[in-house]
Nanobody, 120 residues
Framework: QVQLQESGPGLVKPSQTLSLTCTVSGGSITTNSYYWSWIRQPPGKGLDWIGYITYSGNTYYSPSLKSRTSMSRDTSKNQFTLQLSSVTPEDTAVYYC????????????WGQGTQVTVSA
């Protein structure tokens, strides 16, 4: 069974860069048809899709966040990362990594989420 685990600092200062890592077990991030995604949920709000990095390393980001978003991967560690620059308190959210399948068009596997608070 595929498992995803987010890790990174829970507190980030305004104007700094939020950096998170998702460690994947039970499946390879290079397996065809899978998109490794970052999604967040601000307090009291719905899910907000950030972007993904594909099995081949291509990235695609939400237009609203594209200018501040960078995703990468380390295939040797079976990890992918999120960097969100110039953060403000509006970026405070629970951040999730998840696997999207372009076969089933679904997010079957999710990490448990990690709270990130942007505050001085």
């Amino acid at each position: 069974q595929v498992q995803l685990q987010e890790s990174g600092p829970g507190l980030v200062k305004p104007s700094q860069t939020l950096s998170l890592t998702c460690t994947v077990s039970g499946g390879s991030i290079t397996t065809n048809s899978y998109y490794w995604s970052w999604i967040r949920q601000p307090p009291g709000k719905g899910l907000d899709w950030i972007g993904y990095i594909t099995y081949s390393g291509n990235t695609y980001y939400s237009p609203s966040l594209k200018s501040r978003t960078s995703m990468s991967r380390d295939t040797s560690k079976n990890q992918f990362t999120l960097q969100l620059s110039s953060v403000t308190p509006e970026d405070t959210a629970v951040y999730y990594c998840a696997r999207f399948s372009d076969i089933n068009y679904s997010y079957k596997y999710w990490g448990q989420g990690t709270q990130v608070t942007v505050s001085a």
